[in-house]
């Protein structure tokens, strides 16, 4: 039986096509724990339409770099992981990731008629162990991809692109114990000339560790030896758009490394066809002070000329009222104290009517903190998070091509976020801590739809009295009848467990993959107990000498 399923697999590795010859627009690796402790890797690629194809349904491969490269289960060094198309995401739309739009229905961008617009291709992996320990430059996977890079107008020369990603760790990974960041939505590729451009990368982190946006560098391959390209004349990696040094009308480059605000720009001709730009884009990811990651997005840009709505005038973009009045102005920052409930306000407006028809308006809301569907309860970023905000009566339709739910409306949408605070989104050594949530509000004009964003940012500060002492079971089934508080709780790793009565008690630490970390007794007489090395989420069980049992979520950081 296993030579046949052998012979299966071999016959299906060959019949899957490799990767065409054609332009390549960009992509972006990111890798996820699962719950028996293996990794699952995937791959974003990204192609214009004009290179229908080229990123077809077949197998692809990472490379690795590293010294040492990680293990096997056989303890044999391996160099490459094998990818797999998603077909079932790819048979939505044909990997077409046109901006969606209805008004007027005739200029919609489709990847079928050879429009400038682009196509996705989503590859994943097996799950698969790496077993070892990163070496201090990390592991980095690479992706070659299968041609060369087009006329971009902000560099140089040509080559054959590759999109990286790195691991680092100072601990063996041969359980994962942390996924890296990904993004979340599409990067955003079609802008038009004259207009100020104003938009988020949003990536995400589900073990809730800390990220910083950063510009970087393309490369061409070999990943051995990787080529920086050289920029054009007035360009870099960090001014990737033309700035105001090609013309005085043009606002430079921007990129806030908190939040991934990216602002710019230009006036200049881009000439017929439209014109590409090139950008690379990495989001490094920390736990406390150590560098855990770092996901790269390389991205192509798509600048053009746009129609006018009904030849007069522009589409301007949907107008979000900002949620927070302050004096009299209004504003997108507020500051709570946790444990408290705060609501926020979401009104949009589009005054754009196309033939005397109103837009319809498509709003979504991401965040770390945010219920992926909207609803009370839903599923939050961090998966044993049961009180992330939600948006009453949202009626959310879900996307599936983009993963992600929307609020759909025409003309207005007025809505509100509640979010119910308590201590675990406090920093460490319960220290305020800053979380922004993400609007994304886009129209439905054609072939462009006009996009704006806003990034609400919440403040949570610690009670002066009574001070945070975080002692949540996450099970309400646990026993009641052990009666006990820890505390500080996100701690630096050290926690103290005050109870009622002189017990011992029995206790076991597990890791967010469930893996079991550390166990031992407390003597009725120690309060002190030392959570595992590395900082993240910890699931502490406890049982008393009558064998009541409670099990607590525990930060370090």
């Not at 960041?181 to 988020?200: M, S």
């Not at 008690?505 to 007489?525: D, P």
Request: charged share 20%.
């Amino acid at each position: 039986m296993r030579t046949f399923k052998l012979i299966l697999l071999i016959c299906f590795i060959l019949i899957l096509p490799k990767a065409q010859a054609g332009h390549v627009a960009g992509g972006e690796i990111s890798w996820e724990c699962q719950g028996n402790g293996t990794y699952v890797f995937s791959l974003k690629g990204y192609t214009f339409c004009q290179n229908f194809n080229n990123l077809p349904l077949a197998y692809v491969t990472l490379q690795i770099v590293g010294n040492p490269l990680p293990r096997s289960s056989t303890n044999s060094s391996f160099s490459f992981i094998t990818l797999r198309p998603d077909t079932q995401l790819y048979n939505l739309n044909s990997g077409d990731i046109s901006p969606l739009c209805n008004r007027p229905a005739a200029q919609a961008l489709d990847c079928a008629n050879s429009d400038f617009s682009m196509e996705r291709m989503v590859y994943r992996s097996d799950p698969l162990r790496l077993n070892g320990t990163p070496p201090s430059n990390g592991w980095k996977f690479y992706w070659v991809a299968p041609c060369c890079r087009p006329s971009y107008g902000n560099y140089s020369s040509g080559g054959n692109p590759m999109v990286g990603a790195v691991m680092y760790g100072n601990q063996a990974t041969n359980n994962c114990y942390n996924s890296s960041p990904r993004f979340i939505d599409y990067p955003q590729f079609n802008y038009c000339r004259g207009e100020f451009i104003e938009y988020v990368e949003y990536a995400e982190d589900s073990d809730g560790d800390s990220i910083v946006y950063k510009m970087d560098y393309s490369y061409n391959s070999p990943p051995s030896a990787p080529i920086r390209i050289p920029y054009a004349n007035n360009y870099s990696y960090d001014s990737p758009t033309p700035s105001s040094s090609i013309n005085s009308s043009n606002q430079d480059f921007t990129l806030d490394s908190a939040s991934g605000r990216i602002s710019y720009k230009f006036v200049n001709g881009i000439g017929n066809p439209p014109r590409y730009f090139l950008m690379n884009i990495k989001v490094e990811e920390y736990r406390g002070s150590q560098l855990l990651s770092e996901v790269h997005r390389e991205m192509s840009m798509i600048a053009r000329d746009c129609p006018l709505i009904n030849n007069t005038h522009p589409n301007n973009n949907p107008d979000i009222t900002k949620p927070f009045l302050k004096g009299t102005t209004r504003v997108s920052k507020d500051t709570i104290i946790a444990g408290s409930t705060i609501n926020i306000s979401l009104n949009v407006l589009d005054t754009n009517a196309v033939n005397g028809n109103p837009q319809e308006l498509r709003l979504q809301v991401l965040g770390q903190q945010m219920s992926k569907d909207y609803t009370m309860g839903g599923p939050c970023a961090d998966p044993t998070d049961t009180t992330c905000a939600y948006i009453p009566s949202a009626n959310a339709v879900y996307n599936a091509q983009k993963d992600i739910y929307e609020i759909v409306n025409p003309l207005l949408i007025g809505k509100q976020i509640v979010w119910q605070t308590d201590c675990s989104d406090l920093g460490p050594n319960n220290q305020a801590k800053t979380h922004r949530f993400y609007m994304r509000v886009s129209d439905d004009f054609c072939p462009l739809p006009g996009v704006s964003y806003d990034i609400i940012e919440i403040t949570v500060l610690p009670p002066n009295n009574p001070p945070c002492q975080l002692s949540t079971s996450i099970d309400e089934s646990d026993s009641p009848d052990l009666d006990l508080t820890i505390y500080p709780n996100p701690s630096n790793g050290k926690v103290f467990i005050d109870r009622n009565e002189a017990l011992s008690l029995e206790y076991q630490i597990f890791n967010i993959q469930g893996k079991l970390m550390k166990r031992g007794r407390l003597a009725a007489n120690q309060h002190q107990l030392e959570l595992p090395e590395a900082e993240g989420l910890y699931f502490v069980s406890i049982r008393d000498e009558s064998g009541n049992e409670k099990t607590y979520k525990l930060i370090k950081q």
